[in-house]
């Protein structure tokens, strides 16, 4: 099995992923401990080394929180989760690093024709971050970052040879490689001297970034400095409105977009795929399957009641549920909370614009 950080597959087959990759199944008592619908709905699925950093949560004790969104097209449902996810290690007391990737997203999407163009889409994403909740002290931009950071990103660069990054990746393209290396500097420089300094760091990521994450950890190992290893945790996939795929910013058509209007959100969902019967009658009958449905998937990413959720569930498999009414349920769900997010992303919109383009 391959993955790939730069298509829109999805993963389906996670035991395989696990084994094939040497990840580690996500504990229940962490699950548990972790007050958070992502850890209590099973969307955080998988880990490499989180044992330092629980172990920091556990003692009130700081670690680092990273995590970075490239600006290779408009935030969608998925990068809110992956928001959600940092703003709680961030409650819990983190030191916080979130980056806007606008390099890394135009040397590695070839459809960005100018920094300027992926300096557009960074503001317009930072402004749907700083909505969410991000405090701007939280963030930093890769084209506003001083010299020792590219002091770091070159001296990480010694660290890779074209055969590590082939057996890693599958093949050796110049803009994805320059991508890479900005992605492994942006996990470990928190923990340079003229940051954070050495300590536990956490970074979540989907299932198809794993290969960045292994090769962050070979050339942690490599560097002169010292560096704990950083630690991953995985989403499960959150996939596209259409069958097999991810939600991705490329395929629009998969994607609920925080910028879209309510009929956006209204056609999209009416003709999403679910897990409903042919018929209703069979549906009363012998119950939908909510597990494939991806409306339903849709709210247990997000909606915000878990209660609701495991209701609505359970009434699905039991036949009670018809897949119309769970669709005008998210629909009515999604557009409520998308009205009140774009009214902060307007209040939010010049503050991102220079953090983004760096003016005082």
Not at 32 to 39: A, Y
Not at 135 to 162: A, C, G, H, P, W
Not at 199 to 225: C, E, F, N, W
Request: proline share 4%; net charge neutral.
């Amino acid at each position: 099995m391959e993955l790939n950080p730069w298509t829109s597959k999805g993963v389906s087959d996670y035991e395989h992923v696990f084994k094939e990759f040497g990840l580690s199944e996500f504990p229940e008592e962490w699950r548990h401990s972790l007050k958070h619908r992502l850890f209590e709905r099973n969307i955080i699925i998988a880990h490499r080394d989180f044992e330092p950093v629980m172990k920091r949560i556990q003692e009130k004790k700081p670690f680092i929180n990273m995590t970075g969104i490239a600006s290779s097209g408009p935030l969608h449902l998925g990068h809110k989760a992956d928001i959600d996810l940092f703003l709680f290690f961030k409650s819990l007391g983190a030191h916080n690093y979130f980056c806007i990737a606008d390099i890394d997203g135009y040397t590695s999407r070839e459809k960005i024709a100018t920094m300027d163009d992926a300096k557009k889409i960074a503001a317009d994403n930072l402004a749907h971050a700083l909505a969410l909740g991000l405090d701007e002290k939280d963030v930093y931009v890769q084209s506003q970052m001083d010299s020792r950071y590219y002091e770091f990103v070159f001296e990480l660069s010694k660290k890779i040879t074209n055969n590590m990054f082939e057996a890693v990746y599958g093949h050796v393209d110049l803009g994805k490689v320059s991508a890479a290396i900005l992605q492994y500097a942006d996990i470990l420089h928190p923990q340079l001297k003229e940051w954070s300094g050495k300590m536990p760091s956490v970074t979540g990521i989907g299932l198809d970034q794993d290969p960045h994450a292994r090769l962050t950890r070979d050339i942690a190992k490599r560097l002169p400095y010292p560096l704990e290893m950083p630690s991953f945790i995985y989403f499960r996939h959150q996939s596209g409105l259409t069958e097999e795929s991810k939600m991705s910013s490329s395929a629009p058509e998969t994607a609920i977009f925080l910028g879209d209007s309510e009929k956006d959100v209204k056609k999209k969902i009416s003709s999403a795929f679910t897990g409903g019967r042919e018929t209703v009658e069979l549906q009363k009958k012998l119950g939908g399957n909510p597990d494939i449905c991806k409306v339903c998937e849709i709210l247990r990413f997000h909606y915000p009641d878990t209660k609701e959720v495991e209701r609505i569930m359970a009434d699905c498999r039991a036949g009670k549920r018809m897949c119309g009414e769970t669709k005008q349920f998210t629909i009515e769900f999604l557009n409520k909370f998308l009205k009140e997010h774009q009214v902060k992303v307007e209040k939010n919109r010049k503050k991102a614009e220079k953090i983004v383009y760096g003016k005082k």
